[in-house]
Protein backbone atom coordinates (compact mmCIF):
# COMPACT_ATOMS: atom_id res chain seq x y z
CA UNK A 1 0.00 0.00 0.00
CA UNK A 2 1.76 3.05 -1.19
CA UNK A 3 0.60 6.66 0.33
CA UNK A 4 1.95 10.15 -0.40
CA UNK A 5 3.91 11.23 2.55
CA UNK A 6 1.95 13.31 4.56
CA UNK A 7 3.00 17.39 4.92
CA UNK A 8 4.18 17.38 8.43
CA UNK A 9 7.00 14.79 7.17
CA UNK A 10 5.46 11.80 9.36
CA UNK A 11 6.39 9.02 7.39
CA UNK A 12 4.78 6.22 9.48
CA UNK A 13 1.87 6.23 12.31
CA UNK A 14 4.84 4.30 14.39
CA UNK A 15 6.67 7.69 14.46
CA UNK A 16 3.91 9.06 17.07
CA UNK A 17 2.42 8.07 20.13
CA UNK A 18 -0.38 8.31 20.19
CA UNK A 19 -0.44 10.70 23.96
CA UNK A 20 1.98 13.29 21.81
CA UNK A 21 -0.59 14.31 19.30
CA UNK A 22 -1.99 17.02 20.77
CA UNK A 23 0.16 17.95 23.88
CA UNK A 24 3.58 17.21 22.80
CA UNK A 25 3.88 17.62 18.80
CA UNK A 26 0.85 20.46 18.15
CA UNK A 27 -0.34 18.81 15.60
CA UNK A 28 -3.55 19.76 13.57
CA UNK A 29 -6.02 18.42 13.55
CA UNK A 30 -5.87 17.28 10.09
CA UNK A 31 -2.70 15.67 11.09
CA UNK A 32 -4.03 13.54 13.97
CA UNK A 33 -6.94 12.66 11.77
CA UNK A 34 -4.58 11.52 9.25
CA UNK A 35 -2.87 9.63 11.53
CA UNK A 36 -5.36 8.25 13.10
CA UNK A 37 -7.18 6.87 9.48
CA UNK A 38 -3.82 5.65 8.41
CA UNK A 39 -4.09 3.22 11.52
CA UNK A 40 -7.34 2.42 11.33
CA UNK A 41 -5.84 1.52 7.34
CA UNK A 42 -2.92 -0.47 8.67
CA UNK A 43 -5.86 -2.37 11.07
CA UNK A 44 -8.18 -2.92 8.51
CA UNK A 45 -5.54 -4.89 5.92
CA UNK A 46 -5.21 -7.58 8.78
CA UNK A 47 -8.77 -8.55 8.63
CA UNK A 48 -10.62 -10.13 5.68
CA UNK A 49 -13.15 -8.52 3.84
CA UNK A 50 -16.36 -9.25 2.17
CA UNK A 51 -18.13 -7.73 -0.19
CA UNK A 52 -21.96 -7.53 1.16
CA UNK A 53 -23.35 -8.09 4.03
CA UNK A 54 -25.19 -11.80 2.99
CA UNK A 55 -21.44 -13.06 2.39
CA UNK A 56 -20.25 -11.55 5.55
CA UNK A 57 -23.04 -13.38 7.61
CA UNK A 58 -22.56 -16.80 5.33
CA UNK A 59 -19.27 -17.08 6.94
CA UNK A 60 -20.54 -15.96 10.45
CA UNK A 61 -23.02 -18.72 10.26
CA UNK A 62 -20.31 -21.60 9.35
CA UNK A 63 -17.01 -20.36 11.87
CA UNK A 64 -19.87 -20.49 14.36
CA UNK A 65 -20.89 -24.27 13.59
CA UNK A 66 -16.79 -24.94 13.95
CA UNK A 67 -14.82 -26.75 16.69
CA UNK A 68 -13.16 -23.49 17.86
CA UNK A 69 -15.79 -21.34 17.60
CA UNK A 70 -16.25 -18.01 18.98
CA UNK A 71 -19.16 -17.18 20.95
CA UNK A 72 -20.68 -14.51 18.54
CA UNK A 73 -19.91 -13.02 15.36
CA UNK A 74 -21.26 -10.14 13.80
CA UNK A 75 -21.20 -8.65 10.66
CA UNK A 76 -20.33 -5.05 9.89
CA UNK A 77 -19.62 -2.14 7.49
CA UNK A 78 -16.43 -0.91 7.84
CA UNK A 79 -16.05 2.73 7.99
CA UNK A 80 -12.70 3.02 6.92
CA UNK A 81 -12.64 0.25 3.43
CA UNK A 82 -15.99 0.38 2.91
CA UNK A 83 -16.34 -3.20 3.06
CA UNK A 84 -17.83 -5.95 5.44
CA UNK A 85 -16.32 -7.50 8.39
CA UNK A 86 -17.02 -9.79 11.29
CA UNK A 87 -16.68 -8.68 14.91
CA UNK A 88 -16.89 -10.51 18.15
CA UNK A 89 -18.39 -8.08 19.93
CA UNK A 90 -21.85 -6.59 19.58
CA UNK A 91 -22.25 -3.04 17.74
Same mark, same amino acid.
Given at each position: ????????????????????????? @???? &? !?? %?????????? =? /???? @???? &? !?? %?????????? =? /????????????????????? =?????
Amino acid at each position: MNHKPHPSGIRSTEEVPFEAYDTHM @RLSK &T !EV %EWIMYMRQLK =T /CARK @RDYS &T !EE %EAMRVAVYRL =T /CKDRPESLQPYRCPVCNFWHL =TRTKQ
